[in-house]
């Protein structure tokens, strides 16, 4: 029998995101798992070494990986149509979890559990890291629109900021401080920096 999952994990770069709104460039669902997996590493080295925790970086890394592998069955749903209502935001979340289900039965079934942990039933306390870093993403894009002067982003933009700072996590600010002004500015400026 063949197992399909990692065929069907290398169609996410098919799957393109911010479908509702015009963007200067396309952003695919492979690469911002790829991101988002960077920057949940990058909040979990701030949270160890900055502000002494204890947080296991490789297990959140690894969630960051996977977090959005279901789309490759669904769809990336952009959030004003998933969030539209409760009705919606309901029939999406049992769509999500019998697309999770069908992934995680084309993974081999000695190695599917670990895969299901990372895929269908991540430690909450782990996933709140990679929610994190998925609003920053989320913000990177908007900002880095933003800089090319498409206009299309700033509700957005003001949107996630605010999903950030509820989060009420000192490694997002963190991050918001020391990194997010560089996705503003040109190569040039950055090197010159």
Not at 20 to 39: P, Q
Not at 63 to 82: M, N, R, Y
């Amino acid at each position: 029998m063949n197992h399909h999952f990692f065929a069907y994990l290398y169609r996410l770069k098919y799957i393109d995101r911010w479908s509702l709104m015009w963007n200067m460039r396309r952003e695919n669902v492979a690469e911002h798992s790829f991101y988002v997996s960077t920057i949940a590493h990058m909040l979990c080295t701030i949270a160890n070494e900055v502000y002494g925790r204890n947080v296991p970086t490789d297990r959140v890394v690894s969630i960051a990986l996977f977090h959005d592998a279901s789309e490759v069955l669904t769809g990336d749903i952009p959030q004003p149509v998933k969030h539209n209502n409760e009705q919606i935001l309901r029939n999406f979340r049992e769509i999500e979890d019998v697309a999770v289900e069908r992934l995680i039965q084309t993974i081999p079934p000695e190695i599917s559990g670990i895969y299901r942990k990372l895929i269908q039933d991540p430690d909450p306390e782990l996933y709140r890291w990679v929610k994190a870093a998925d609003l920053l993403e989320a913000y990177i894009k908007c900002l880095t629109e933003l800089s090319t002067g498409n206009r299309e982003f700033v509700v957005a933009k003001q949107q996630v900021l605010e999903s950030l700072q509820k989060m009420n996590m000192p490694e997002v600010d963190y991050f918001l401080e020391h990194m997010s002004a560089s996705f503003e500015k040109t190569l040039d400026e950055i090197t010159l920096d």
